[in-house]
């Protein structure tokens, strides 16, 4: 009878698709129940709350890497925050937060949604493939670095100059512009496509196999998945990933923010001559700096933002459920 009954289930190939529902999952639902828009949504939420909550920590981060910005000439954390604070007050450490916004949001929804669709294709076989997930954050970061890198670099500069240097995010764009012409937007994306794609591969590798890790200590609630296993897994993966690529952020950093506030101009953006030109400069260790704000910006913002991210989505669930039922009633 078994395998009368498994002949019969396989029959039609297009019926082989593990608790598919048609009459409750639309074309355009992903493969857990869930709307395109409603995973950009999701998104675009978890990356507002993170880079909002932990922006001063970004900022003291790229002050740090920007070699020779003014007036801060330490490397040290508490010398970079005392600085800031003494000249400026705690505004400083927000200054730039607008271009963040405008960024954050549609490149993390961008983000999300991408790494759901490839995760979707690719880990179709296996769902705990740690090659499907690599793959997937990879080429979401691709799509979401296009889309952020522009206002990244907007946002690094206003961090560094004060208002004598850009009255705000329309000032630099319209100044870049004219001053640099448009490809200054884009002058670190090689660099940052470079740096995000390990990094997003060793942050989605760890993140999903900690989360089952983790998941699996209290077989109780895997079905659950309450948020602080997606907190506790983001910010390990999160903070191993910041270490690891600190030295391209740095590249990054200097490549964005050259020729503001003193910082070094460089006649091409190849990554090399960048590297050479730390050297130099600072030997081994400046492609180090900033890597303990990094680590401390990445490790909780992941937290905030996997946990935001997935309350989105259980939202969504719940109210794509009630959707449901109310049809059927």
Same mark, same amino acid.
């Given at each position: 009878?078994?395998?009368? =009954?498994?002949? *019969?289930?396989?029959?039609?190939?297009?019926?082989?698709?593990?608790?598919?529902?048609?009459?409750?999952?639309?074309?355009?639902?992903?493969?857990?129940?869930?709307?395109?828009?409603?995973?950009?949504?999701?998104?675009?939420?978890?990356?507002?709350?993170?880079?909002?909550?932990?922006?001063?920590?970004?900022?003291?981060?790229?002050?740090?890497?920007?070699?020779?910005?003014?007036?801060?000439?330490?490397?040290?954390?508490?010398?970079?925050?005392?600085?800031?604070?003494?000249?400026?007050?705690?505004?400083?450490?927000?200054?730039?937060?607008? =271009?963040?916004?405008?960024?954050?949001?549609? =490149?993390?929804?961008?983000?999300?949604?991408?790494?759901?669709?490839?995760?979707?294709?690719?880990?179709?076989?296996?769902?705990?493939?740690?090659?499907?997930?690599?793959?997937?954050?990879?080429?979401? *970061? !691709?799509?979401?670095? +296009?889309?952020?890198?522009?206002?990244?670099?907007?946002?690094?500069?206003?961090?560094?100059?004060?208002?004598?240097?850009?009255?705000? !995010?329309?000032?630099?764009?319209?100044?870049?512009?004219?001053?640099?012409?448009?490809?200054?937007?884009?002058?670190?994306?090689?660099? *940052?496509?470079?740096?995000?794609?390990?990094?997003?591969?060793?942050?989605?590798?760890?993140?999903?196999? +900690?989360?089952?890790?983790?998941?699996?200590?209290?077989?109780?609630?895997?079905?659950?998945?309450?948020?602080?296993?997606?907190?506790?897994?983001?910010?390990?993966?999160?903070?191993?990933?910041?270490?690891?690529?600190?030295?391209?952020?740095?590249?990054?950093?200097?490549?964005?923010?050259?020729?503001?506030?003193?910082?070094?101009?460089?006649?091409?953006?190849?990554?090399?001559?960048?590297?050479?030109?730390?050297?130099?400069?600072?030997?081994?260790?400046?492609?180090?700096?900033?890597?303990?704000?990094?680590?401390?910006?990445?490790?909780?913002?992941?937290?905030?933002?996997?946990? *935001?991210?997935? =309350?989105?989505?259980?939202?969504?669930?719940?109210?794509?459920?009630?959707?449901?039922?109310?049809?059927?009633?």
């Amino acid at each position: 009878m078994a395998t009368d =009954a498994a002949a *019969t289930k396989f029959q039609n190939p297009a019926d082989f698709r593990p608790d598919f529902h048609p009459e409750k999952i639309s074309s355009t639902t992903s493969y857990d129940g869930l709307h395109f828009w409603q995973y950009m949504i999701s998104g675009s939420i978890a990356g507002l709350v993170e880079h909002m909550a932990m922006f001063p920590v970004d900022t003291v981060k790229t002050h740090m890497q920007a070699i020779g910005s003014c007036p801060i000439k330490s490397v040290s954390v508490t010398h970079v925050l005392n600085s800031l604070l003494k000249s400026e007050g705690p505004a400083a450490l927000y200054r730039g937060i607008a =271009a963040m916004a405008l960024g954050a949001g549609p =490149a993390h929804a961008v983000h999300f949604s991408f790494y759901e669709v490839c995760k979707k294709h690719l880990s179709r076989d296996n769902p705990n493939s740690s090659i499907a997930h690599a793959v997937s954050g990879v080429c979401a *970061t !691709v799509a979401s670095d +296009a889309v952020f890198t522009p206002m990244d670099m907007v946002k690094q500069r206003l961090q560094l100059g004060s208002d004598s240097v850009y009255k705000g !995010v329309w000032d630099c764009v319209k100044r870049v512009v004219r001053e640099e012409g448009f490809g200054a937007f884009y002058a670190s994306y090689r660099t *940052t496509v470079l740096m995000n794609a390990p990094f997003t591969a060793v942050y989605f590798t760890i993140y999903e196999a +900690a989360k089952k890790g983790l998941m699996e200590i209290s077989p109780d609630s895997v079905n659950d998945e309450r948020w602080v296993v997606h907190a506790t897994a983001g910010a390990a993966a999160g903070a191993l990933a910041a270490a690891v690529t600190t030295p391209l952020d740095v590249v990054k950093t200097q490549l964005q923010c050259q020729g503001v506030c003193g910082c070094d101009r460089f006649k091409s953006g190849s990554i090399g001559d960048v590297i050479r030109a730390i050297l130099q400069k600072d030997g081994y260790r400046g492609l180090m700096r900033g890597w303990i704000p990094r680590m401390l910006f990445h490790s909780p913002a992941a937290a905030i933002s996997w946990s *935001t991210y997935e =309350a989105s989505k259980s939202f969504f669930h719940k109210l794509n459920s009630n959707s449901n039922s109310d049809n059927v009633t």
